[in-house]
């Protein structure tokens, strides 16, 4: 069972203005932690924001933030005042806990939502 | 500075001849991943490594090993690539719960 999702392969957005991603997460585990990335046309990944499962708040970070609805089961990534820059691949991505010592799992990936911003 | 090198970022191999694929970090993190990711898919976990301890994905072909011999290093074998593991593979370290950091990646092509 695909336990990321992704449901926007594509997004376009216009410069300046805010664009939301969706991400919706199927877990069992009580503990888990969930991650956006964004990975441009180089192919690095690089680290956006983090939600933990029992935050109370959503995560922002300068001009990411988590709209995080934990009995939905969904992380949608913010992203405000888009700029030309921002055009990439993200993804989301969710660790849980698995009970390595109760702190480490697999670290897996939704498929990617490709945003494209215009000038 | 990088914090996670992978070496080296273009790599041309043969049908079936072995390659190894090289991830240092100075991070001192205590898991280490390595990631198959192919063009406009989703990166796959392959393997994970949590201190020494070794945990193989359950669809990870018998084709790719690993090897971690301290901390720093972990390794990417691939034993007889086929024309399917053309990838970029991409390796990430991380300290428990924290975000993972990623490597610039490996790009593989076999001809």
């Known amino acids: 069972a695909q336990k990321i999702t992704q449901t926007q392969p594509g997004m376009f957005v216009q410069e300046k203005e805010a664009v939301t991603l969706d991400c919706t997460y199927d877990?069992?585990?009580?503990?888990?932690?969930l991650f956006w990335y964004k990975q441009p046309s180089s192919g690095e990944m690089i680290f956006l924001i983090y939600?933990?499962?029992?935050?109370?708040q959503n995560a922002t970070e300068g001009r990411y933030s988590l709209n995080f609805q934990k009995a939905r089961k969904s992380a949608n990534l913010v992203i405000s005042a888009s700029q030309l820059g921002d055009s990439a691949m993200y993804f989301c991505?969710?660790?849980?806990?698995?009970?390595?010592?109760?702190?480490?799992?697999?670290?897996?990936f939704g498929k990617g939502t490709k945003l494209s911003v215009k000038p | 500075d990088a914090m996670v090198i992978q070496n080296p970022r273009y790599q041309v191999t043969q049908f079936g001849k072995p390659v190894t694929l090289s991830c240092s970090q100075t991070?001192?993190?205590?898991?280490m991943y390595w990631y198959q990711q192919k063009s406009s898919q989703a990166p796959k976990l392959l393997f994970h490594?949590?201190?020494?301890?070794?945990?193989n994905e359950a669809d990870t072909p018998d084709n790719f090993q690993s090897r971690r011999p301290n901390t720093s290093f972990c390794f990417l074998d691939i034993r007889s690539p086929g024309l399917g593991d053309a990838a970029m593979y991409l390796c990430?370290?991380?300290?428990?719960?924290?975000?993972?950091?990623f490597g610039q990646g490996t790009r593989l092509t076999v001809v």
């Open positions: 939600q933990g499962s029992y935050d109370q």
């Open positions: 990430a370290t991380s300290f428990l719960r924290t975000e993972a950091f």
């Open positions: 991505a969710m660790r849980e806990s698995r009970g390595y010592g109760g702190s480490q799992g697999n670290l897996i």
């Open positions: 991070l001192n993190h205590n898991v």
């Open positions: 490594y949590y201190d020494k301890d070794f945990n």
């Open positions: 877990t069992s585990d009580p503990s888990y932690g």
